[in-house]
């Protein structure tokens, strides 16, 4: 069958644009070898704002007596909070669900491959499947950048993706980089109890945004007993019995933290390999921080 559009990755470009296209006739075809709806909705901004609002409840609650109110013997079940975002997530995921049926976009789970192109057509992939489109849209999205650290073992930390199906809160976590992910983690982590330690390259946490909205956030946190770490590289990751240790250098000064849990959130890079674009003559460069194509 041959597709007026052909789209890699269902996350919120790429399920958007299947939903215009279907909506204004085109024949389309979503391909996403993960769940619809990608990081926003099944690993970043949905489920994290989901807990989130768990946190200032909780916190709302112990501090009630502020308000004229009385809540005793206020606790958690952490099992309860995380089978509750699963649920708010599958719901989301479901509706996108829907809007590609509504729209009559074909959708296929599975990881594909760019072939090459024939007259006017591209060839794509999976398995002994092929779909030809007269025009494709790459919207495959990003995944987090795992920093060439000594001791930094992969199956050994949380990316963001990880630490959202953990099923025991720990009693530690150090984060690796102050950026927006790691705020979040950091903010209902220690809302819920655990001792959070940050660790930031930068002389500031949330690296480009206003420095008095960054301080304030900073000085929330701390009130509720997170530890900054500024100007601070990790050199190393030392894996202990039931810890992992980080060791950093700020200014000078040697830093060793340990924690339960380890969680990586420096950034994100896109996903530009490993689906064939070299196939149809696309070229891609790493230079000065930015993919160039």
Not at 10 to 23: K, L, T
Not at 77 to 93: A, G, N, P, S, T
Not at 174 to 183: E, S
Request: a neutral charge; aromatic letters at 6%.
């Amino acid at each position: 069958m041959v597709y007026d559009l052909g789209i890699i990755g269902a996350g919120p470009a790429g399920y958007v644009a299947a939903e215009r296209a279907g909506q204004k006739g085109l024949k389309t075809v979503l391909f996403e070898k993960d769940n619809l709806g990608g990081v926003c909705l099944n690993e970043g901004c949905i489920p994290t704002k989901t807990l989130l609002y768990v946190a200032k409840l909780y916190e709302n609650a112990k501090n009630s007596e502020l308000y004229g109110l009385k809540c005793n013997d206020i606790t958690f079940d952490f099992h309860q909070i995380m089978k509750r975002k699963d649920k708010v997530v599958r719901k989301l995921r479901g509706g996108v669900d829907i809007k590609m049926k509504t729209n009559k976009v074909d959708v296929v789970k599975e990881h594909i491959t760019i072939k090459g192109k024939e007259k006017d057509l591209v060839k794509l992939s999976a398995g002994d499947n092929t779909w030809s489109c007269k025009n494709i849209l790459i919207s495959t999205g990003s995944l987090p950048i795992i920093p060439q650290v000594k001791g930094l073992k992969r199956e050994e930390i949380y990316t963001n993706k990880e630490i959202l199906e953990i099923e025991e809160l720990p009693e530690s976590l150090i984060i690796i980089g102050g950026g927006a992910i790691g705020m979040e983690f950091a903010g209902f982590f220690s809302s819920m109890g655990t001792k959070v330690s940050v660790f930031e390259i930068m002389p500031e946490i949330l690296p480009g945004t206003d420095k008095e909205i960054a301080g304030l956030l900073k000085n929330e946190l701390e009130k509720k007993g997170v530890d900054f770490y500024l100007n601070a590289r990790v050199k190393e990751i030392k894996t202990g019995k039931d810890a992992r240790i980080a060791l950093a250098e700020s200014e000078g000064k040697q830093i060793e933290v340990s924690a339960e849990k380890l969680l990586v959130s420096v950034g994100r890079e896109p996903v530009i390999k490993g689906f064939g674009l070299e196939n149809i003559g696309v070229i891609t460069e790493y230079s000065n921080n930015f993919y160039l194509i």
